[in-house]
């Protein structure tokens, strides 16, 4: 599951090993990003009806015994969607993301983010891609992730979700995270944690996982060197490897 403000063309290098060596991917795009279907208005789009909607995606789809792979928003959402539905999943591979409940102080670099999404008159999707890698994107690349979106009115996703981020104790999702915390620190299936060396959002999140998860332990968690926030873009054939060799390991 793919983040903000990117879409399943973030995972393009990413599925082809890994169908190759024989397995299913499955990457949807979230409601207001990619070829779904793009709410204009803000208000249209809160933390739980993005949830609600990726789960009755999920239902439909009927997957079972997934292995999720998420990052950034994709683990926002993706882990609620395997604490509500863990006879889904069959284990978890997490990568630059969290699960916050409003409880924690969030890293500065993320609260800029939040303000810059929040007052920038044009968002800039293909730039905002661009600036959370280390690779520097062709021409080509940038207007891939520019395509879903020809103008503004198609953007009130991308635009609002870093402000539907928990941070602070009474946010409305407070206690529906809480409650996936529950789930998680009594999980005891595999989860392996593939964060990237150079993300100054999520960096030192992968900490978590590893204390109050019973699943992470005694995993092969792993750094991704040269990658930033997006590292699917930056190192997405060896993040690729991590998958298919955790696959293999816990199967």
């Known amino acids: 599951m793919h983040g903000e403000p990117s879409w399943s063309y973030l995972y393009r290098t990413m599925i082809p090993p890994l169908t190759e060596a024989g397995f299913r991917c499955v990457a949807p795009d979230l409601v207001g990003f990619g070829k779904s279907d793009k709410p204009a208005r803000t208000e249209d789009h809160s933390y739980q009806r993005h949830v609600d909607w990726m789960a009755a995606w999920l239902e439909a789809v009927d997957l079972e015994h997934a292995t999720l792979f998420c990052q950034d928003w994709g683990g926002l959402i993706g882990l609620r969607l395997a604490t509500a539905f863990p006879h889904r999943f069959a284990r978890l591979v997490v990568a630059n993301t969290g699960l916050p409940t409003g409880d924690q102080q ?146």
Do not use: C
């Open 106 to 251: 969030m890293p500065e670099a993320f609260l800029r983010w939040q303000t810059f999404a929040a007052a920038v008159q044009e968002f800039p999707i293909a730039a905002m891609v661009d600036r959370a890698t280390l690779n520097e994107l062709s021409p080509a690349i940038l207007a891939g992730y520019d395509a879903p979106f020809p103008d503004e009115t198609y953007k009130a996703g991308p635009r609002v979700m870093p402000s539907l981020v928990p941070t602070r104790p009474d946010d409305p999702s407070a206690d529906a995270q809480r409650e996936a915390w529950q789930v998680l620190m009594a999980w005891d299936k595999p989860v392996l944690t593939t964060f990237s060396d150079s993300d100054p959002i999520t960096a030192g999140g992968d900490r978590v996982f590893h204390k109050l998860v019973p699943g992470a332990s005694g995993q092969p968690h792993t750094t991704i060197a040269s990658a930033g926030h997006f590292l699917q873009e930056d190192q997405g054939p060896a993040v690729a490897k991590v998958v298919a060799d955790f696959h293999r390991l816990t199967s």
